[in-house]
């Protein structure tokens, strides 16, 4: 069993920058692949970045490579996404999910999801 909280959400103004931390509890955080994914008013959850349970692979999300990066810090059980230049479009509430299956990490198939922290991007 894992549970996660994630933090660091706020309003922001255009072309500024969060970072983003997911905190999971459980002595088997670092056999876990993690995953972050936004849900904006009115769409559906939309994956935004993975990262495998060594750190070594991640994946993104077109709309966000090169301005997104997904880190984690296995000694403090945390997974970090530090979005710079943010858009308004990046508007939505971020969640971040777990699972020891890393085959689709683009797919909200995540075994544990966290409740989600809101991001305002401000035009």
């Known amino acids: 069993q894992v549970q996660l909280v994630e933090s660091g959400g706020g309003l922001v103004q255009a072309g500024g920058s969060l970072r983003l931390s997911c905190a999971a509890s459980g002595h088997t955080f670092n056999r876990y692949a993690m995953g972050w994914f936004r849900q904006a008013p009115g769409k559906g959850r939309e994956f935004v970045a993975a990262?495998?349970?060594?750190?070594?692979?991640?994946y993104y999300a077109d709309s966000v490579k090169g301005r997104f990066t997904i880190s984690r810090d296995r000694a403090k059980n945390t997974v970090y996404l530090r979005m710079n230049s943010l858009k308004t479009e990046d508007t939505a509430v971020y969640s971040c999910?777990?699972?020891?299956?890393?085959?689709?990490?683009?797919?909200?198939?995540?075994?544990?999801w966290g409740q989600g922290t809101q991001v305002t991007v401000s035009s």
């Open positions: 999910a777990a699972d020891t299956n890393w085959s689709q990490p683009r797919r909200p198939m995540y075994d544990y």
């Open positions: 990262i495998s349970w060594s750190g070594s692979s991640t």
